[in-house]
């Protein structure tokens, strides 16, 4: 896996990679075919839509003075088609951003480890995101499928042996806590016993559920949430080895 490239789904990759030993795993399309043997293929090419930057009717914004544009933004009309930006500031464009003609993004290509090469391609509709084509090795290719549903991953397929075949399946019934099916003795379909429950596994437990668990008892880190010590007072009991003061007034007064 490349360095700097997802980083937070290090962890879950490998897990992954655990649970299908007997396996060895930018964007393009997530068109899948059959082969004569009925399993699913996809299609791996990565496929980057052009966005003319150098021709036409370009606005091309310098960000640092260093007299360099770090944004450059197609126009058609007076509406945006296109931009490239350069989001490390290194004169190498990092990621493409696309607008459907009411101007809401339609795709985002990006280039996470400076290559010059798409990494992954994000597909959108009505502006909420559907789909994301991912490059997670040094092949050149796609090699995972997200799929997305209201905005919110709902599933994820993975090539993770570059055969051009589905051999992974994560179903993220649970926001961070996914289902790892997968296929071992490489038929092509997710093999029995071959299941991983990533959070119970590992007893991960995603920030947002973090949040919702329950009441817990005093920090004890500001002022507000020390116990006060209370100063116990002794109460003198009159014994017959110590009697009782006389009242005031009787101090001196004989016994009867």
């Known amino acids: ?25 930018c964007g393009g399309s997530s068109k899948s075919a059959e082969n004569a043997a009925g399993i ?26 260093d007299g360099r544009p770090e944004v450059s933004i197609v126009m058609n009309g007076g509406q945006e088609v296109c931009r490239a930006v350069d989001l490390n500031l290194d004169g190498k464009i990092d990621a493409w951003i696309y607008r459907d003609p009411s101007g809401q993004i339609r795709r985002r290509e990006t280039d996470y480890d400076r290559d010059g090469r798409v990494d ?100 004890f880190d500001k002022p507000g949430s020390l116990p006060t010590e209370l100063e116990s007072k002794e109460q003198t009991t009159p014994t017959e080895t110590q009697p009782a003061t006389p009242p005031a007034g009787e101090k001196g007064k004989p016994k009867p």
Not at 2 to 9: A, D, I, L, N, S
Not at 130 to 155: C, I, M, P, S
């Open 40 to 65: 699913t293929q996809r299609d791996t090419r990565i496929v980057h839509e052009d966005c003319p930057i150098e021709k036409g009717s370009v606005e091309k914004i310098d960000a640092n003075g």
């Open 120 to 219: 992954e391609i994000s597909i959108y509709r009505g502006g909420t995101i559907v789909e994301k084509h991912r490059a997670t090795t040094l092949a050149n290719k796609v090699d995972t499928w997200q799929f997305y549903q209201n905005g919110q991953l709902a599933r994820t397929e993975r090539d993770s042996d570059g055969d051009e075949v589905i051999d992974q399946w994560w179903e993220w019934t649970k926001p961070g806590c996914p289902m790892i099916h997968s296929d071992v003795d490489s038929d092509g379909r997710p093999d029995p016993g071959a299941t991983v429950d990533y959070c119970k596994e590992t007893g991960y437990v995603p920030p947002e559920r973090q949040q919702q668990r329950g009441p817990s008892g005093p920090s």
């Open 1 to 25: 896996m490349r360095e700097g490239v997802w980083q937070p789904e290090i962890a879950v990759w490998g897990l992954a990679m655990v649970a299908c030993a007997a396996l060895s795993g």
